[in-house]
């Protein structure tokens, strides 16, 4: 998600002068405005739909890491919980980029979307009627977490459908900005929920915010698919793995991603364990720093939404990359909550950086017939190795603590990333 174009000159302001005002049509100009994308109406539906659902995501996912927690006082089933929500991404991120090649959009979008709905009301009935159990927390969530999977390539490749060729990028920057607004809502709202009147009410917020989403994917209008031939499955996937394995490029900026999902994003399943017995915050300081991250992602996207087309975005990949790793090593060995949340800010800008900057290459450089496979495996990369960290930090921390295990997980990926830097030059020269 990497980006074109910065404000128009607005001229100098003297000590006593307002500030001046951008005017809408300069924001939406096709040309240079920040939120261009946001004039074609069909993905400007599609953006407020997924924003509102959004925002009860991660209502839900700080709701349900918190209940673990309580109902298992251990950081092991935090990582089991990771581990069970984010496993089918890699198991069925690669099935979901053939069905994107293959089915209409809007058909399996609304399927998908609907059975989120379904599990998030489930949750939420079983937690309010006082029947829940670890492991039925755990069904629901790879349940959830097979959707997901299977919905996250047609969602990547409907950012392009909806725009003009030329808006792709910023349409990916704008679909990283409102992703982590709701990251920063989702987590604030959580928290002050969870404080007053339990985690039930997140469930349940969460299974009617998908509405919002469901009215959008009926309303918006998705182009027409190209007519192609039709291979067999096997054959699709097969054909997927072989174009990654023939772009070296493209296949270093999988394994940049893999790395940041196994060695960094176990930090989200541990935050209940760092804000309850590291940092001493309670739920209301868990959404604080979950809502921190999500506040620096959002400012990462924002960067990314005025980055100029003639700039390389390669280099980019890999600093952020190493920014997000180193801290989250210092995050680790912080005991202030100030100074945890300033660390996770840098974290989740970096991260969007490094990973959206990822997404807006692939969207741009990969021909439209084999798309959906490799956006599939850019999914798989960014959640579907955070399973297995989440499983090996989760062990390190239930023997060493949670910021021993995450420091030493980040900080072989510092150095793993580095190594990349040097040694991979094609992924530097990428425009």
Not at 155 to 172: H, K
Not at 206 to 222: D, E, G, P, Q, R
Not at 389 to 396: E, F, I, K, T, Y
Request: hydrophobic content about 55%.
């Amino acid at each position: 998600m990497s980006r074109d174009s910065e404000l128009p000159p607005q001229g100098v302001e003297t000590p006593a002068a307002p500030a001046p005002r951008v005017p809408l049509d300069v924001l939406l100009a096709p040309e240079r405005g920040w939120f261009r994308a946001l004039r074609h109406p069909d993905f400007r539906l599609f953006w407020v739909g997924n924003f509102v659902s959004n925002i009860g995501t991660w209502m839900h996912n700080v709701a349900q890491g918190w209940l673990v927690l309580l109902l298992t006082n251990s950081p092991w089933w935090l990582g089991v919980l990771g581990f069970a929500q984010q496993l089918p991404a890699l198991l069925f991120s690669l099935p979901g980029g053939v069905l994107a090649d293959r089915i209409p959009r809007r058909r399996l979008l609304f399927t998908t979307q609907s059975t989120m709905l379904a599990l998030a009301l489930t949750l939420a009935v079983l937690v309010w009627r006082d029947a829940v159990t670890v492991p039925i927390i755990i069904a629901l969530a790879f349940l959830a977490g097979t959707t997901m999977a299977l919905n996250a390539p047609s969602y990547q490749a409907a950012l392009r459908d909806l725009v003009a060729p030329e808006d792709t990028l910023n349409a990916i920057a704008l679909n990283s900005i409102q992703f982590n607004t709701s990251r920063v809502l989702g987590p604030s709202i959580a928290g002050f929920l969870i404080a007053a009147v339990g985690v039930a009410a997140c469930f349940f917020l969460n299974a009617l915010s998908y509405l919002a989403l469901l009215f959008a994917i009926l309303k918006v209008k998705f182009p027409e698919r190209e007519a192609r031939p039709v291979n067999s499955f096997r054959a699709e996937l097969v054909e997927g793995f072989h174009y990654v394995w023939a772009h070296r490029a493209i296949l270093m900026l999988v394994v940049v991603v893999a790395m940041v999902s196994m060695f960094g994003l176990p930090y989200l399943v541990m935050m209940p364990a760092f804000a309850r017995d590291v940092l001493q915050v309670g739920p209301t300081g868990l959404g604080y720093l979950v809502a921190a991250s999500g506040a620096g992602a959002l400012l990462g996207g924002l960067h990314l939404a005025t980055w100029k087309p003639h700039r390389r975005r390669g280099p980019l990949v890999l600093a952020a990359a190493l920014v997000f790793f180193s801290a989250l090593v210092l995050f680790c060995t912080s005991r202030q909550p100030l100074l945890s949340a300033l660390l996770l800010a840098v974290v989740g800008g970096a991260m969007v950086s490094s990973v959206a900057t990822v997404n807006s290459l692939i969207q741009t450089v990969v021909p439209n017939w084999i798309r959906g496979r490799v956006l599939s495996m850019h999914t798989m990369a960014f959640l579907g190795f955070t399973p297995l960290g989440s499983l090996l930090v989760g062990a390190l921390a239930e023997r060493w603590g949670p910021p021993t295990a995450l420091a030493v997980s980040s900080g072989l990926a510092l150095v793993l990333t580095g190594v990349i830097a040097v040694a991979a030059p094609e992924v530097r020269r990428l425009q």
